[in-house]
């Protein structure tokens, strides 16, 4: 792009007036924190970011168990960037695995009373979040520990990565129940011996995680919660009827063995955000910011006792009053725990100045024009940099630079409209297949959102018909589209579920898009095949013919139990087929700013949803036949070798199935 000629001016002011990128950005939310895209503008509150990254260097590196636990007290004012500083921490963190990460929104926290239990299941909910490595936190650190377990074994064993443990741990684990031999059991064992006074209930269960079928019920056995008789007892876990008063008397011991086997391995960093409630006290008549700064506290003092490995940094962000009138207030040495990496002063978050002003404009529209693939002759257009840095001496925050951006992001001259709705509908077609062409089939996201629309466009429509490839649609009708969750055991492989029905019977599809290379194909159809977990009748699998498949894999077996057992399908993505539907996505997504309601980009996207030949290829009931030509050659990643099947005596020897 740095190569090519700068783009018309009509194109610049096409895409500007087809979407404004700065609608709904000035507040950063919990879930922003822990999504994969980021725009950040690294120079500004760097003198606090900077400060964390140094803390946890200490901890990790200091021989003093003063050391291995810091905190730091971050304040500013409502619009600064308090979460915008900690989402920033968490994508480096994710991007260089320093440090593993716990996020705690206490606006989540309804009953102070139970705090320390309520903190217990956010550390277990934020470790199963993706890590640097590309699956779980709590899986990297099983890793760690099953690595370990296996070197007490024999010394020479290589490491193994988190994805081959993965993948390979429940076929691993399932050959030696065959054998009457428990590997938890053996794995626990080893485990117990670099670390005999850690609690081997929640070794057992962090091992755990690595199992694809067992992880969900080990993450909510670690939070405090009861499983079902039946899983516990699968998992080899006591699984006690307690009441939620017996719960919270724990949860500090849980949260400090926790802590303790989880940091050996990588530093933590605990943040406490959105402490700020006046609105609810305690039994004890203190409020959210006092409770949570107690909390602070016991968590300091608790881990101080004991032995970490890597050290835990702990972050609370607040309002300057909050740190002045409540937490600052608080006796018994509260404020020296909640900051004391910097001797009780808190960092305070400074607003925008004129260069910052200009540099947040630069990064938002770098990322606009780019995804657009066009080249502005000025990177700051339809902006003037006098004018940005006039506004930045004004001491705006964030969120009041945003909001500024917001409104004066257009061009000069009137935007005219076609009166006739249909008109525009297909004007905004236009405008948004020459701003957002599709250049690739490779945004598993982006296909899923126009796959998820266009079926909802669908739904109450009868649907009659021949495919492309002669499979049948016989009066079907679309009753509802159920988008699954991105959380455990599903782990964002099904995408979501088509509920219908062909001539009165009952029909549930479960559609996964599996198209670029790092989704894994087998964990997506090892889900694919679980019908009754899942709640499908049929199992279908999005993703381009020329996505090759190793005949001799695992994969392949799948899909052929997909296939000839299950009654499921494997439907090619075309380009020419799903780019429409992204092109309708993105209207229904920017109707606004072509003056269509939701409902009119609906009826209109519906008159060629109804005729789109993937869409009806996925609900059209499938051949059994699986076409040879494009199950051949090496699948692109993820596909590794089945574990030994070979007969051994000795358990050590077992162990080296991992291996094979």
């Not at 009953?111 to 299941?121: A, E, G, P, R, S």
């Not at 019920?217 to 008789?229: P, Q, R, V």
Request: glycine share 4%.
């Amino acid at each position: 792009m740095n190569n090519s000629p700068v783009s018309p001016i009509e194109s610049l002011d096409t895409a500007i007036r087809s979407y404004n990128p700065f609608i709904n950005a000035g507040i950063v939310k919990e879930q922003d924190v822990w999504a994969k895209g980021f725009l950040d503008v690294p120079t500004l509150n760097s003198h606090a970011s900077d400060a964390v990254f140094q803390a946890i260097e200490l901890v990790r590196n200091s021989q003093s168990t003063q050391e291995k636990v810091t905190s730091i007290a971050i304040t500013a004012q409502q619009g600064v960037g308090k979460t915008h500083i900690l989402s920033r921490i968490r994508h480096q963190l994710k991007a260089n695995g320093s440090a593993l990460f716990v996020y705690a929104g206490v606006n989540n926290y309804t009953d102070l009373n139970l705090v320390k239990y309520q903190f217990q299941q956010t550390l277990t909910d934020s470790l199963g979040n993706t890590g640097s490595q590309g699956v779980m936190q709590w899986q990297e650190v099983a890793s760690a520990m099953a690595n370990e377990g296996f070197k007490a074994i024999d010394s020479n064993f290589p490491s193994l990565s988190p994805e081959i443990l993965v993948e390979r741990f429940d076929k691993v684990y399932t050959t030696w129940l065959a054998k009457n031999k428990n590997l938890m059991n053996r794995l626990t064992k080893e485990v117990l011996k670099t670390k005999p006074n850690a609690d081997p209930y929640i070794i057992r269960a962090i091992l755990w995680t690595l199992s694809e079928t067992q992880a969900s019920f080990a993450i909510k056995w670690l939070s405090g919660d009861e499983l079902a008789n039946s899983n516990a007892e699968a998992l080899g876990l006591p699984n006690p009827t307690k009441t939620n008063q017996d719960r919270e008397a724990e949860a500090l011991k849980n949260v400090q063995q926790i802590v303790n086997l989880v940091s050996y391995y990588n530093p933590i960093v605990i943040c406490f955000d959105e402490i700020d409630v006046e609105n609810n006290c305690s039994s004890e008549g203190l409020t959210t910011p006092q409770v949570i700064a107690d909390l602070v506290k016991r968590l300091h003092d608790t881990l101080e006792q004991s032995e970490l490995g890597r050290g835990v940094v702990i972050l609370t962000v607040m309002l300057p009053d909050t740190w002045t009138d409540k937490v600052n207030l608080m006796p018994g040495g509260t404020p020296d725990r909640v900051s004391k990496y910097t001797q009780r002063k808190p960092i305070d978050l400074k607003t925008l100045n004129a260069d910052s002003m200009v540099e947040l404009a630069t990064i938002w529209l770098k990322e606009f024009y780019e995804f657009r693939n066009l080249k502005p002759h000025n990177l700051l257009y339809p902006f003037e940099e006098s004018e940005l840095r006039k506004y930045g001496k004004n001491g705006l925050t964030v969120r009041e630079a945003l909001k500024w951006f917001t409104e004066n992001f257009k061009v000069v001259g009137k935007n005219s409209l076609p009166e006739d709705p249909l008109q525009r509908f297909y004007l905004a077609l236009e405008k948004e297949s020459q701003s957002n062409p599709l250049n690739s089939l490779e945004d598993n996201h982006l296909i899923t959102c126009a796959l998820l629309f266009s079926f909802q466009t669908l739904k109450g429509e009868i649907l009659e018909g021949e495919t492309s490839s002669g499979e049948k649609l016989e009066q079907l009708k679309i009753e509802d589209v159920i988008e699954f969750s991105e959380k455990p055991p599903n782990n964002g492989y099904i995408n979501f579920k088509i509920i219908a029905y062909e001539k009165d019977n009952l029909i549930k599809i479960g559609v996964a898009v599996l198209q670029p290379p790092k989704k894994s194909i087998l964990s997506g159809l090892n889900r694919l095949i679980d019908y009754n977990k899942f709640d499908i009748t049929r199992g279908c699998i999005v993703r381009s013919y020329d996505k090759k498949i190793d005949k001799r894999g695992e994969a392949y077996k799948l899909l052929e139990h997909l296939k000839y057992n299950l009654g499921g399908e494997w439907v090619d993505l075309k380009s020419e087929e799903v780019t429409e539907l992204v092109y309708f996505y993105s209207v229904y997504h920017r109707c606004e700013d072509y003056q269509l309601t939701k409902e009119q980009v609906i009826d209109f996207s519906r008159m060629f949803t109804r005729k789109n030949p993937l869409l009806l290829e996925i609900l059209s009931s499938p051949s059994s036949h699986i076409n040879e030509e494009i199950i051949e050659g090496e699948e692109l990643l993820n596909c590794f070798l089945n574990p030994s099947s070979v007969e051994t005596t000795d358990d050590s020897e077992d162990l080296s199935e991992l291996l094979s």
